[in-house]
């Protein structure tokens, strides 16, 4: 099986192996449990619309949001786990869980999707990162798309055609692929300047890759998201971010306002409020404060 990208009129086939069967959504109700969550109503066959209509239901009622690695949970990437975690319970994750349960779904509606590994390179200029950020390749009739419904605060809200150096608008701004040699840097437009935010291989990647970062981002003291909480929520014109206690709204093409968040308290109301994240009464996130500087 292969993929193609057009880059300047030429086409590039880049080969990929067969990585072995990934877990999908088997039963209607899943599926179902998972349209519901999203607010989604529209057809359940394979195409470019309905994968638009996904892409940006996604991210915009699942939020973005590590509290689990901060109270030392286990993230599970099993489909049970997700569906319990992301759909019944109410809860939001970050990369792996988003794009593993929307790869889920899209393979259950008969979509061909293969997993893709990129080095975040967001702020971080000269810094050569693991393969560790998720993304998702799609193959339909109109071409190659790329999906990520996981990348934080800049997380894609449609998906964007995978043809190299041409602007592509979203409802929460403009990207583009650029060809790195071998690789595909996704850059998003700020203030009209380009951000690199990862840099794609078009290898694709098992199951048990995902099993092996998921551990390593989840748990090592290098990593960000063991020592600072992270949220952020795409909604209709405008976004949420949170940074530890510092909560912002970044409207498109508007000015974004940033507020300090004052006491554990105040933060549980944010997550349950700003972020609609299902907190149980009661629930123990004095760990999570503490990371925040509360």
Excluded at 62 to 85: G, M, Q, T, Y
Excluded at 92 to 101: F, I, Q
Aim: neutral net charge.
């Amino acid at each position: 099986m292969t993929a193609r990208l057009v880059t300047q009129g030429k086409s590039t086939m880049v080969r990929r192996p067969n990585a072995g069967a990934e877990s999908k959504m088997t039963t209607d109700l899943e599926l179902d449990s998972y349209f519901r969550r999203i607010g989604y109503a529209g057809a359940r066959a394979p195409s470019l619309e309905a994968l638009r209509e996904l892409h940006l239901r996604h991210p915009s009622s699942i939020p973005f949001e590590n509290l689990d690695v901060l109270l030392k949970a286990p993230i599970r990437l099993d489909l049970p786990s997700l569906v319990d975690k992301l759909i019944t319970r109410g809860r939001g994750g970050y990369c792996y869980e988003h794009n593993t349960l929307l790869m889920s779904a899209l393979q259950a509606m008969g979509f061909r999707v293969r997993s893709l590994a990129g080095r975040v390179q967001w702020q971080a200029p000269g810094k050569v990162a693991a393969r560790h950020h998720m993304a998702l390749l799609i193959s339909l009739p109109e071409g190659e798309f790329l999906a990520d419904v996981g990348f934080g605060g800049l997380t894609l809200t449609a998906p964007l055609r995978f043809v190299a150096d041409i602007e592509q608008e979203t409802p929460h701004g403009n990207y583009r692929i650029v060809a790195m040699h071998e690789e595909f840097q996704i850059q998003a437009k700020i203030d009209g300047d380009w951000h690199p935010l990862f840099q794609l291989s078009l290898a694709e990647q098992a199951a048990a890759d995902w099993d092996s970062a998921n551990w390593f981002i989840s748990t090592s003291p290098d990593s960000i998201f063991t020592r600072t909480l992270m949220a952020a929520l795409p909604l209709a014109d405008h976004r949420y971010t949170l940074r530890n206690n510092r909560l912002s709204l970044h409207r498109r093409g508007g000015v974004s306002e940033h507020r300090i968040i004052s006491s554990a308290d105040e933060l549980i109301d944010v997550l349950r409020q700003t972020f609609h994240l299902n907190i149980p009464k009661g629930a123990d996130l004095s760990a999570i404060a503490s990371v925040a500087g509360l």
